[in-house]
């Protein structure tokens, strides 16, 4: 059931011993949408504890430092930036059916939990910044990096579209907290694993270029893609977007010998959820994926014949 | 000698026939000040035109699009974000002992106009901001466009420890206006030319590690350096600075043969504008450059010899 801010944060109030479930997989705005309003839980006087599948990535190591660790039997159960319950992963077994409140920003919500909240917001992070003037709890320096971290992971650090005025003004008010932005922006944007750095040269050795440099495929094999962790290789398909005169990128990703995962993205007027869509896959206008079994040579040319149709 | 921003809109006000200087190499912020600027007094009835030694690099295109054309002989001359006369290029013959006036955000401007406007801002835009709603003309989309890339462009998109709750208060505003912030940030910070990639691809390519990996060596040659034009190379240096355990990067351009230009970035705690001063160059706390002669391997030698004693 939809519900307003007004009726979560009574809900908030009403209830204690709380376990905040980050996606799989997670990232800024998960990690500080669920610490941010652990914190803030905590600071009301309740229990509260934040868990995730998978470990936190190294860059976003600061999180763990944000609240106090507490361990009790969850008796209402939180979900922050998730959109549906397959990103609870292994956690689907003991919650899946048992998310109390949802609070997130996918527009493509299953309206999975008991309750949700949902804001069309830049990040979730916003919403639980909405949520934390309501509950009246005093933001401070670690709620503010938190709120900062997850606001600018979503907007690319204020980059892309998705930015709002809002974005902008509940930033401002974040400054005000004196959390180190240039270090925590390095290690959210900037920092590079010596692994991401040789990952990214092998897909730029591999890059191909079809249709007069419209669009661009590159390969990583299950060899490389082996010795990367996520954070080595988070957002890695948008690279070749990147490149003057692309159109759409398609980066093809070896899950298992002649098995890839293929990543389009596009920067215009290509509609790669209708292209993915011819190989079973999905996902939103301007990126989406697909899976594809066969030799490198064979997959590509294939895809090839589907992407022409829609150039 | 220094002036307040009133004393500013006052000659602003006062004057006519403005030609408004960018400086050499332009970017973003020197850009977008003077096109807002420009506009502002064209808003104002002024005659005002935008000249800059060097061509407009093709991601900063849409500049052109935001003044009326205008071509007189010019009474009033205005520098924006440039801290020193040599900015001004091949200028200097004309222009230089004759700046009326230097809007800028530089420490280091050396005060060679009549009247400087000097403020501590993140960028030159953020004055030129405050001067337009001092001067009482209502901002529109273009003159949000440009402002707001030379904001962006100068905190790296909100990304650098400059970045001020100012910073995010303006951009907020400006946010108010239909510019394409996607589009925009898309061609400042996402954009890569085909020379780019190749120009990345090299640097890394040659990448050495020092002291642990605490110190990362990379050159580029004449050869490669040649094909480049300056977006293909701007911001450059910054990368090896990105790996993961370096603290400190440096980057041999070389611009004739066996003539380098040595350009080094830290992190954290080394200062290397200390490093550079004994090559007689200069700059910043963690940016900062000289020049050396001699083959490759001899100059790398070199500078790590002086490198050692400061980490």
């Not at 919650?95 to 949700?116: F, P, Q, V």
Request: net charge negative.
């Amino acid at each position: 059931m939809k519900i307003t801010k007004e009726e979560t944060v009574t809900l908030l109030k009403q209830n204690d011993k709380f376990a905040i479930i980050c996606h799989s997989e997670p990232d800024g705005d998960t990690l500080g949408s669920g610490y941010a309003l652990c914190r803030a839980l905590q600071k009301l006087g309740k229990r509260a504890k934040v868990i995730c599948e998978d470990k936190i990535p190294s860059n976003y190591g600061f999180f763990k430092s944000i609240i106090v660790d507490d361990d009790f039997n969850p008796e209402y159960v939180v979900s922050a930036d998730l959109a549906d319950e397959s990103l609870l992963g292994e956690f689907e077994e003991t919650y899946g059916g048992k998310i109390d409140l949802s609070i997130d920003h996918h527009i493509s919500n299953t309206d999975y939990a008991k309750n949700t909240l949902f804001e069309a917001a830049a990040a979730t992070a916003e919403i639980i910044y909405e949520l934390i003037k309501l509950l009246k709890v005093e933001i401070d320096c670690e709620i503010a990096k938190s709120l900062y971290a997850g606001i600018a992971t979503d907007t690319g650090c204020f980059r892309f579209s998705n930015t709002t005025k809002q974005s902008h003004l509940i930033a401002a008010e974040l400054m005000n907290f004196d959390f180190n932005l240039g270090e925590l922006n390095f290690s959210l944007f900037e920092f590079k694993s010596k692994r991401r750095i040789m990952i990214e040269t092998a897909m730029i050795k591999r890059l191909e270029y079809y249709f007069n440099g419209k669009v661009v495929v590159t390969s990583l094999s299950k060899t490389i893609l082996d010795m990367a962790k996520g954070e080595d290789i988070s957002g890695i398909s948008s690279i070749p977007r990147r490149i003057e005169g692309v159109e759409l990128s398609i980066t093809f990703k070896e899950q298992e010998p002649n098995i890839w995962k293929v990543s389009m993205r596009s920067n215009t007027y290509v509609n790669v959820q209708n292209i993915c869509a011819a190989f079973d896959g999905g996902g939103h206008a301007k990126a989406a994926g697909c899976r594809i079994k066969g030799i490198f040579e064979e997959c590509r040319d294939n895809i090839l014949s589907e992407v022409e149709k829609h150039l």
